[in-house]
């Protein structure tokens, strides 16, 4: 038995490599990996301009005491540029955007003033107010975002304020994905006695999608040696990450590692975790082979602790690992020491803090565990039993939001 640390640990040292890069759309990028430091081109904002709707004035004019009243030689709409000097005793009336004009270092915000034709009569302020400087927000060369960050949309958003049309990003990790098993029907099929509906081809489509890649489906295969053998190697043609789900077990059907020994490489492990012990892990050409656990909670839960890492770092992302919090158990569970266990939890927010507690029946075949759930209660390998109030690792699921 291995632990599931020491099985990250191999499979991340597997991946050697990240996707190629590509130049895309900033409009289409959203989710995507950056592949190269991104750098300011220029100063933002690029010149010095009022952060509010007012009248610019040079610093000389402001009065020490009362007031003092100038005279107003133009208007400065956002967009515009006044030509000339702003001379002493002079204003200019202008908005929020609009880059200071010469002479000018300080805006009196229009409510502050009293305007009465071309005079406005205005209080004591302090030099410089009101006024963004240029450079403030980014210096130009600076990174502002950096290679193996995803994009989220506010990084679509500074790249856009940068005026860039597009960015370098890592080309999508492809995984092909297969399920194994004469058991297993396809949806919309007639299902014969003895048969169950394919999940776990939808369920793992939608992880590889999640995680931002590319999946391919190359449908159900039947414990076939012949069958199964083309479909895996014709998968690992057509992809960088090869899954299949069910067949890793030690049932009398169970090809996938046969047929891995012949085409690839493959070592079987049983990782000291509850629920998704069996786990194959591989190579056939290019392609790295994971054999996932067919029971449909276990076949998800060893996708995101092992797979996803590798996919993450395929793509070139710097951040491999998902964030895990603590919260507060608030009902007893079960735990056996020496493996690492995973149950399915509601997290809420209590008066105290985060709590959390489990979905009910935790069968690695119950499903509809996954769907009642918001995150993942991690229970480390040291620990035995939690009690009420005890304090557990949780992982939400994607967004909490949801
Ligand atoms: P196996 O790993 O092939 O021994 O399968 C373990 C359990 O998972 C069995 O109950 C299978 O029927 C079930 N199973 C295998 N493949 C799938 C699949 N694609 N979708 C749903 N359940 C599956
Ligand atoms: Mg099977």
New binding site residues.
């Given amino acids: 038995m291995i632990s599931v640390g020491e099985g990250q640990a191999h499979i991340l040292a597997q991946v050697t490599r990240v996707t190629s890069p590509e130049l895309i759309p900033v409009g289409r990028a959203l989710g995507r990996v950056l592949a190269d430091d991104l750098r300011a081109p220029f100063d933002v904002p690029p010149a010095d301009n009022s952060a509010v709707d007012g009248y610019a004035l040079a610093g000389a004019d402001i009065p020490g005491l009362g007031s003092a009243t100038l005279e107003v030689i133009a208007d400065l709409p956002a967009g515009s540029v006044l030509g000339g000097v702003v001379k002493p005793g002079q204003a200019v009336r202008i908005m929020t955007g609009a880059p200071m004009p010469a002479g000018t270092d300080t805006v009196v915000p229009q409510e502050l003033v009293e305007r009465s034709g071309d005079r406005v009569k205005i209080p004591t302020i302090a030099k410089g107010a009101n006024v963004r400087l240029r450079g403030e927000d980014v210096r130009a060369g600076t990174v502002v975002i950096r290679s193996g960050a995803v994009l989220r949309p506010q990084e679509l958003g500074l790249a856009a304020s940068l005026g860039l049309p597009q960015v370098l990003v890592r080309q999508k990790v492809r995984v092909a994905i297969l399920?194994t098993?004469d058991?297993?029907a396809e949806p919309g099929q007639p299902r014969g006695p003895g048969q169950?509906y394919?999940?776990?081809?939808f369920a793992l489509g939608g992880l590889v999608e999640e995680a931002g890649g590319s999946a391919t489906d190359f449908g159900i295969v039947p414990d076939e040696r012949g069958r199964l053998r083309a479909g895996l190697l014709e998968a690992s043609r057509a992809a960088e990450i090869v899954l299949t789900?069910?067949?890793?077990?030690v049932?009398a059907y169970?090809l996938v590692k046969d047929v891995l020994g012949e085409i690839g490489g493959i070592t079987f492990w049983q990782v000291a975790m509850q629920p998704g012990r069996p786990l194959a892990v591989g190579r056939i050409g290019d392609a790295l082979f994971f054999g996932l656990?067919?029971?449909?909670v276990a076949s998800i839960l060893t996708f995101l602790l092992f797979v996803r890492p590798a996919l993450w770092k395929l793509a070139g992302r710097c951040q491999v690992f998902p964030v895990r919090f603590p919260a507060v158990a608030t009902e007893p569970l079960r735990k056996k020491s020496g493996r690492r266990e995973f149950k399915r939890g509601i997290l809420t927010l209590g008066p105290g803090g985060w709590e959390v507690r489990t979905t009910g029946p935790q069968g690695s075949?119950i499903l509809a565990s996954m769907v009642a759930a918001n995150c993942l209660i991690i229970i480390e390998e040291e620990r035995g039993d939690v009690k009420p109030g005890d304090t557990v690792l949780v992982e939400p699921f994607g967004s909490l939001y949801g």
């Fill in positions: 399920s098993g058991e297993v169950i394919d999940s776990n081809r789900s069910g067949g890793v077990s049932g169970d656990p067919g029971n449909p075949g």
